[in-house]
Nanobody, 121 residues
Framework: QVQLVESGGGLVEAGGSLRLSCVIS????????MGWYRQAPGNQREVVAS???????NYADSVKGRFTISRNSAKDTVYLQMNNLKVEDTATYYC???????????????WGKGTLVSVSA
């Protein structure tokens, strides 16, 4: 069974930094994409940053230049370094991955339960 566990959220003042981590366990034969998403109260979940099989990262315009996504070589941990945080970054942040489970030829997604990031003015 695949599990994703996020950590690193918390309360920080505007301008501050946080580093989120997501540890992935379980049998994913091929990891196709790893990403961070966020959902603020009353809003839909949106992609923040993702990194594909090639290793090239993609960012939402709202976080470009402030956030950095990375992963370890084993592709079982993905990070999100968040600098110069703004009040509008306040949200629950979710880790999501797409990959091929063991014994299957169909890709699917898995999600963590989220970690709360609160940025105060």
């Amino acid at each position: 069974q695949v599990q994703l566990v996020e950590s690193g959220g918390g309360l920080v003042e505007a301008g501050g930094s946080l580093r989120l981590s997501c540890v992935i366990s379980g049998n994913i034969v091929s990891m196709l994409s790893m990403g961070w998403y966020r959902q603020a109260p009353g809003n839909q979940r949106e992609v923040v940053a993702s990194i594909g099989d090639s290793g090239r990262p993609n960012y939402a315009d709202s976080v470009k230049g402030r956030f950095t996504i990375s992963r370890n070589s084993a592709k079982d941990t993905v990070y999100l370094q968040m600098n110069n945080l703004k009040v509008e970054d306040t949200a629950t942040y979710y880790c999501g991955v797409i990959g091929l489970p063991s014994g299957s030829h169909s890709a699917r997604d898995w999600w963590g339960k989220g970690t709360l990031v609160s940025v105060s003015a």
